[in-house]
């Protein structure tokens, strides 16, 4: 005969939460342990920090300090305010959050700690159940933890941040220094993505754009008249490459001539070796080598708009 569970309800089983639930917790510390696969070797209750007490203060077999929240109720801010001070004040490399009814926003929130933080940090559900007139044991249900994966996204993201807030820079201070000598991107701002453009003054679906890579830049026209214009935006170019030798005579140096077969759009451009955003060092150096061509690749291309495009 198999029996059914019941659920029990918490505070039949722990009263107070202070005084039953988180004794029984420092008492029984094995069942967290085989909850969350961790190796817990002492608890001690009701330690301060400033003007609070973390409900358990724990250490595990490595020396690593563990602070645990308890809470008989639905997860609340003020509870996951209390860890995170707990954490830090205690130094501790892993936080347990128990609560009986995660809210979304906690879960995501704890989520969030794992992939940008070095520490730690479980949601744990806590229920009580019993099988027919047995008596009520504790079920502890892991909501979300650490992971790999966590730390991987976390990186990654990161890693992204750190990109956007270096080409902010990068753009920054091309955009800044071009101002003082010529009028082309003037009315543009500095951007997070790799590449800055404006099509002031030239005709429709032509942008003259700044892009920048890691550890080289590039300036290039881009042709685009928009939605099913794709046989126009390869015709502009072709009558531009037909022109392929007066344009880089008068630039003063070869392009890179890309028709970009199967997309809508195609491409001129020139690489420049110097710098990318990542090289801080080589950002001057780069700014300028950058606005010159620009500058002159924009003069060698003007004389041609006008005849290519009616």
């Known amino acids: 005969m198999i029996g059914k569970i019941q659920k029990v309800k918490l505070r039949e089983v722990w009263k107070n939460e202070a005084r039953d639930f988180t004794t029984w917790l420092e008492e029984n510390i094995d069942v967290l342990n085989e909850s969350l696969n961790l190796s817990i070797v002492s608890a001690e209750r009701e330690q301060r920090a400033g003007d609070f007490n973390v409900d358990l203060l ?3 077999e490595n ?24 954490l830090t004040a205690f130094d501790a490399k892993i936080a347990i959050w128990i609560v009986s009814e995660p809210r979304p926003e906690h879960v995501k929130a704890i989520s969030w700690l794992n992939e940008s933080s070095s520490a730690s940090f479980y949601l744990v559900k806590v229920e009580a159940i019993r099988i027919e007139n047995s008596d009520p044991a504790p079920l502890l249900t892991l ?26 820079e990068f753009w920054t201070g091309l955009l800044d220094k071009s ?50 214009m794709e046989e126009e935006n390869k015709s502009i170019f072709q009558k531009l490459h037909a022109q392929r030798e007066t344009i880089e005579n008068s630039f003063g140096s070869k392009l890179n001539w ?23 060092d080589k950002w001057s150096e780069a700014h300028e080598i950058m606005i010159e061509n620009m500058i002159a690749f924009e003069k060698a291309l003007r004389p041609h708009f006008k005849l290519i495009i009616q």
């Open 258 to 280: 890309e028709f970009l077969e199967g997309k809508r759009a195609c491409r001129l451009s020139k690489v420049i070796p110097t710098a990318g955003y990542r090289d801080e």
């Open 143 to 168: 909501i979300t933890g650490p992971s790999i994966e966590a730390r991987e996204t976390g990186k990654l993201k990161k890693e992204y941040a750190e990109s956007h807030n270096l080409r902010f």
């Open 58 to 60: 724990c250490e595990d």
């Open 63 to 86: 020396g690593n300090t563990i602070v645990i929240e308890n809470q008989l109720e639905r997860s609340n801010h003020d509870h996951l305010g209390k860890l995170i001070t707990y």
């Open 179 to 228: 101002k003082g000598k010529t009028k082309l991107h003037s009315g543009i701002s500095a951007g997070i993505y790799n590449w800055v453009g404006s099509g002031v003054g030239l005709p429709t679906g032509l942008t003259l754009i700044y892009s920048a890579r890691q550890h080289d830049a590039q300036i290039e026209l881009y042709i685009d008249r928009g939605p099913n």
